[in-house]
């Protein structure tokens, strides 16, 4: 099988769109030129003025299966993923039953072998059930193929059993990936502490219920020598915390997410359950903070942390919904028109951030578009406007505020091992 792509550009490390041909043949790109004769092609792709990139990478997404398929399933959270040009994508484990055996993780797997149209990573919990006590067996879900151990939708509650995770991890050389809240300082809270919460008379989250926990886990992180991962680090505090063990030589990375990159809590048009997620739309000061993190290497990558919800459910107040907004599917784009068209981040930063960086911490084989590599790429139409429409979206849930949002970067094409996985409407 050989495929070509014609006519699309690429971005150099110097920022440049230079113009490249990509010979495709089966799974992997065979030849990189300036003209090839088409004859000797299978199929031709016409990426005429579009962005040729890497496959992007997406370290924090819920697929909610087993469980929850009635929120999102394996195969249209692969597909969502795919349609945001995503090739890789690594799946959170609070699910139902939580994969924390051989079993029950090896039941996750064959479902993922069976229905994921792209590379689907699985999580393995920290501990039992998600609960901050009992450890899981990390060599043995390792060997099963889990990606990295995170109990992702709750902080991990005590010093103790987050030490002893840390040192097995480091032992090990296994990663250990922190959605940090203290549920001690959570006081019900549903929106961020500030101005808008107080507005709308709904109960506050602090910062600190966030970056509190991260301290703690830095100082773990330095004892243990384990690689500590942050999940979507939200406030100011959080930034400043990473900064400072970065400095310090600790082994640490995070990422944050497109929304808390473009959004802050004064933002929140409405008392509905599209705009509640954790960590929540904290202020502008720290959104500030976030984008200063990412541009000065205190944040290593971007994530979108797809949250598929019912509608019945996010079709809600704050205090009723559940926490989370869908992300897979417009996360580039929206990154794309914020930022690189305002002249904020580089192109160039933006892959490195979403594709390059994300592969690199966890120890992933880079795609750095070289002969040789995977064929794991996608096609982003950096010229033409489209509005985010729901009624398109591969994923079951619809719960975003974006929907409406004009945004430029639609994804035409996505191939995974040279295969084409998802095609957008052709202009
Ligand atoms: N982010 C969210 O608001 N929700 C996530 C859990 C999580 O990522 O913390 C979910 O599972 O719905
Ligand atoms: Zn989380």
């Given at each position: 099988?050989?495929?070509?792509?014609?006519?699309?550009?690429?971005?150099?490390?110097?920022?440049?769109?230079?113009?490249?041909?990509?010979?495709?043949?089966?799974?992997?790109?065979?030849?990189?030129?300036?003209?090839?004769?088409?004859?000797?092609?299978?199929?031709?792709?016409?990426?005429?003025?579009?962005?040729?990139?890497?496959?992007?990478?997406?370290?924090?997404?819920?697929?909610?299966?087993?469980?929850?398929?009635?929120?999102?399933?394996?195969?249209?959270?692969?597909?969502?993923?795919?349609r945001g040009g995503f090739t890789t994508i690594c799946a959170m484990p609070n699910l139902n039953p939580v994969p924390d055996t051989l079993e029950r993780?090896?039941?996750?797997?064959?479902?993922?072998?069976?229905?994921?149209?792209?590379?689907?990573?699985?999580?393995?919990?920290?501990?039992?059930?998600?609960?901050?006590?009992?450890?899981?067996?990390?060599?043995?879900?390792?060997?099963?193929?889990?990606?990295?151990?995170?109990n992702d939708g709750n902080g991990v509650q005590t010093a103790k059993t987050m030490y002893l995770a840390m040192k097995e991890a480091a032992e090990n050389?296994?990663?250990?990936?922190?959605?940090?809240?203290?549920?001690?300082?959570?006081?019900?809270?549903?929106?961020?502490?500030?101005?808008?919460?107080?507005?709308?008379?709904?109960?506050?989250?602090?910062?600190?219920?966030?970056?509190?926990?991260?301290?703690?886990?830095?100082?773990?992180?330095?004892?243990?020598?384990?690689?500590?991962?942050?999940?979507?680090?939200?406030?100011?505090?959080?930034?400043?915390?990473?900064?400072?063990?970065?400095?310090?030589?600790?082994?640490?990375?995070?990422?944050?997410?497109?929304?808390?990159?473009?959004?802050?809590?004064?933002?929140?048009?409405?008392?509905?359950?599209?705009?509640?997620?954790?960590?929540?739309?904290?202020?502008?000061?720290?959104?500030?903070?976030?984008?200063?993190?990412?541009?000065?290497?205190?944040?290593?990558?971007?994530?979108?942390?797809?949250?598929?919800?019912?509608?019945?459910?996010?079709?809600?107040?704050?205090?009723?919904?559940?926490?989370?907004?869908?992300?897979?599917?417009?996360?580039?784009?929206?990154?794309?028109?914020?930022?690189?068209?305002?002249?904020?981040?580089?192109?160039?930063?933006?892959?490195?951030?979403?594709?390059?960086?994300?592969?690199?911490?966890?120890?992933?084989?880079?795609?750095?578009?070289?002969?040789?590599?995977?064929?794991?790429?996608?096609?982003?139409?950096?010229?033409?406007?489209?509005?985010?429409?729901?009624?398109?979206?591969?994923?079951?849930?619809?719960?975003?505020?974006?929907?409406?949002?004009?945004?430029?970067?639609?994804?035409?094409?996505?191939?995974?091992?040279?295969?084409?996985?998802?095609?957008?409407?052709?202009?």
């Amino acid at each position: 099988m050989d495929l070509l792509i014609k006519n699309g550009q690429v971005i150099s490390h110097e920022n440049q769109l230079i113009p490249v041909q990509l010979w495709i043949r089966n799974k992997t790109i065979y030849a990189i030129g300036k003209v090839f004769d088409e004859q000797y092609f299978d199929q031709v792709i016409d990426a005429k003025n579009q962005l040729v990139t890497q496959g992007l990478v997406d370290v924090h997404v819920h697929l909610r299966e087993p469980g929850f398929a009635y929120k999102e399933t394996i195969q249209t959270g692969s597909q969502a993923a795919s349609r945001g040009g995503f090739t890789t994508i690594c799946a959170m484990p609070n699910l139902n039953p939580v994969p924390d055996t051989l079993e029950r993780f090896v039941q996750v797997q064959e479902i993922i072998n069976q229905d994921a149209i792209n590379h689907v990573l699985q999580y393995a919990p920290i501990t039992k059930n998600l609960r901050s006590e009992e450890l899981v067996d990390q060599v043995t879900l390792k060997k099963a193929g889990a990606f990295a151990f995170t109990n992702d939708g709750n902080g991990v509650q005590t010093a103790k059993t987050m030490y002893l995770a840390m040192k097995e991890a480091a032992e090990n050389n296994h990663t250990i990936v922190a959605h940090t809240e203290d549920e001690s300082l959570l006081f019900n809270g549903v929106m961020h502490e500030g101005q808008k919460a107080r507005e709308l008379g709904l109960p506050g989250i602090m910062s600190a219920t966030e970056s509190s926990q991260i301290a703690r886990d830095l100082l773990l992180a330095e004892q243990t020598g384990a690689h500590y991962h942050v999940c979507h680090v939200s406030s100011k505090e959080s930034v400043r915390v990473i900064r400072q063990a970065k400095d310090a030589g600790v082994h640490v990375t995070c990422e944050v997410c497109p929304h808390h990159l473009l959004l802050a809590d004064e933002d929140i048009t409405q008392n509905h359950g599209y705009w509640k997620m954790n960590p929540p739309l904290r202020a502008k000061e720290d959104q500030e903070a976030l984008i200063n993190g990412l541009l000065d290497g205190t944040i290593d990558c971007i994530a979108t942390d797809h949250a598929p919800h019912s509608f019945v459910e996010k079709n809600q107040d704050f205090l009723d919904s559940p926490f989370g907004i869908v992300g897979s599917e417009y996360a580039f784009q929206l990154i794309y028109t914020t930022f690189v068209k305002e002249g904020i981040f580089t192109l160039e930063q933006v892959i490195n951030w979403m594709a390059i960086k994300p592969a690199e911490i966890f120890g992933l084989t880079v795609n750095r578009l070289n002969i040789g590599d995977k064929a794991d790429l996608a096609i982003f139409d950096i010229e033409h406007p489209y509005t985010v429409d729901e009624k398109r979206f591969l994923s079951q849930a619809k719960n975003t505020p974006f929907i409406g949002k004009e945004l430029f970067g639609d994804t035409l094409y996505t191939l995974v091992d040279g295969k084409i996985v998802w095609q957008g409407e052709t202009l």
